[in-house]
């Protein structure tokens, strides 16, 4: 496996109401994330993410763009919370020890109504 395709793995797993699965096969255990909203432990961020999942039962997640450079991946992804929600691009920054996720970023941008971007999103 590769570590693109362990980012896209974790990704798809944790959004589709899996994140347990998600942190067990692919997360090292001095594991550690950035989200501002949360404490920078797995279990935290793994609880968070179930209960997205549990409040928001029909969101969809669609990977765009995946890049490697060493142990770093870059995921480009639109998620969208439900079938009315525009949703929000999103970026997933993953480091990488060997083959386990080791520290997590994500910055995402709610997409307007009204975009003016001629290019879109994605």
């Not at 693109?4 to 096969?25: D, M, P, T, V, W």
């Not at 793994?46 to 999942?53: F, G, N, W, Y």
Request: charged letters at 25%; proline letters at 2%.
């Amino acid at each position: 496996m590769t570590k693109k395709y362990i980012a896209q793995e974790f990704l798809k797993l944790a959004a589709n109401g899996h994140s347990h699965e998600a942190f067990r096969l692919y997360v090292g255990k001095n594991f550690k994330h950035h989200n501002a909203y949360f404490k920078g432990d797995a279990e935290t961020l793994m609880l968070a993410m179930d209960e997205s999942s549990r409040k928001n039962p029909y969101k969809t997640f669609k990977i765009h763009h995946a890049l490697r450079d060493g142990d770093m991946v870059a995921v480009h992804s639109h998620v969208k919370q439900n079938s009315t929600d525009l949703g929000a691009a999103v970026v997933h920054l993953f480091k990488f020890e060997s083959d386990k996720i080791v520290e997590l970023w994500d910055l995402g941008q709610s997409i307007p109504k009204d975009i003016k971007n001629e290019n879109g999103m994605f």
